[in-house]
């Protein structure tokens, strides 16, 4: 498991170190639109509905503590933070690659109020129930451990806390699964086995009060509930 969470950093070390993921990510250069256009038939507003839905979750005027994992390059979540002045913020990242353009992004726009940190999503730092938020974008179709993921993500997260993101789940598109299997998956950006839309809600709705699911072309997105109390869930 350790020289394959090895092979997963190394390859984000490559793709963190320009602009090409973020233009992607952000569907904001010409490389990045025609990537966005050709593995997820996406446009710039496909690209920015779905990151809008993943980070609906995060109340406005948030002053609690919240925790991002993955956090990459920060390019989606650092505007965010910026609104967010009174929240104690935690950024993790297995890359410390990614996490230094996080770092980077996070100082231009002076954020003071964000404590980043290299580490595990399957084993991490903190303490049960430490978070009233926990947002990860684009991360579990990446994570080699996702049973571990779940757990400590629903571990960390306070009851009545609030889990949301996004991530890729295939059986939605078929031209972006044949991308994902052929070239995402050699290159050891994604790591099977992945979620379909319907096992995500399953999934989530096992372990969690109240969930809302969609999704943006091959792209789940979720807003999910920790109940008030463990019986509840």
């Keep these: 498991m350790v020289e394959r969470k090895d092979s997963i950093r190394n390859a984000y070390r490559h793709i963190g170190s320009n602009g090409f993921y973020d233009g992607?990510?952000?569907?904001?250069?010409?490389?990045?639109?025609?990537?966005?256009?050709?593995?997820?038939d996406m446009n710039a507003d496909d690209c920015a509905e779905y990151q809008t839905r993943a980070l609906s979750g995060i109340p406005e005027r948030f002053s609690g503590r919240l925790l991002e994992v993955p956090v990459g390059t920060g390019i989606l979540t650092m505007p965010v933070y910026q609104t967010l002045p009174a929240a104690k913020i935690t950024c993790v990242d297995y890359s410390p690659d990614m996490m230094a353009?996080?770092?980077t992004k996070a100082k231009r726009l002076g954020l003071k109020n964000i404590v980043f940190k290299q580490g595990d999503v399957g084993n991490m730092p903190f303490?049960?129930?430490?978070f009233d938020v926990v947002v990860s974008l684009n991360g579990f179709?990446?994570?080699?451990?996702?049973?571990?993921a779940y757990k400590e993500t629903f571990r960390v997260l306070k009851?009545?806390?609030i889990f949301c993101g996004c991530f890729y789940v295939k059986g939605l598109r078929?031209?972006?699964d044949c991308i994902i299997r052929s070239i995402y998956q050699p290159m050891k950006l994604f790591v099977p086995p992945y979620e379909t839309k319907d096992s995500l809600k399953n999934r989530l709705k096992s372990i969690y009060a109240d969930v809302n699911i969609s999704n943006v072309k091959g792209i789940a997105c979720f807003v999910c509930r920790k109940a008030s109390t463990p019986e509840q869930n």
């Design 127 to 130: 303490e049960d129930c430490s």
């Design 24 to 40: 992607m990510i952000t569907c904001s250069t010409f490389l990045g639109r025609v990537v966005s256009r050709l593995v997820w």
């Design 141 to 148: 179709h990446a994570f080699p451990d996702k049973e571990a």
């Design 174 to 176: 078929k031209r972006t």
């Design 101 to 103: 353009q996080a770092e």
């Design 159 to 161: 009851n009545g806390g």
